[in-house]
């Protein structure tokens, strides 16, 4: 998802490199059924912008899960949660 994320950025002139673009990542594992499984993965993002390129960043990460394949291969079967900590230097 960071590969994703990293490409939309790249498409708006924003660089992901090196050390621009990390994210933390957490599952919360339940057991609706009696069977463990993956309710929801909760991403945390860091991204450094160049000053003025905030805008166009905030664009990027509320779309950028449209285009990732994880993100499309598990919606619907896993809630994703998607935040966002955007710096600019």
């Not at 990390?22 to 499984?37: D, M, R, S, Y």
């Not at 309710?39 to 905030?54: D, H």
């Not at 899960?65 to 710096?87: M, S």
């Amino acid at each position: 998802m960071v590969g994703t994320l990293s490409g939309a950025l790249e498409a708006r002139k924003i660089p992901t490199s090196p050390d621009k673009v990390n994210a933390k990542v957490q599952g919360t594992i339940e057991a609706p059924e009696g069977v463990l499984k993956i309710t929801k993965i909760s991403c945390e993002y860091n991204v450094k912008v160049p000053e003025g390129k905030r805008d166009a960043a905030e664009r990027a990460l509320s779309v950028f899960d449209r285009g990732c394949p994880v993100a499309q291969t598990l919606k619907g079967a896993i809630e994703f949660e998607h935040n966002w900590n955007i710096e600019e230097y």
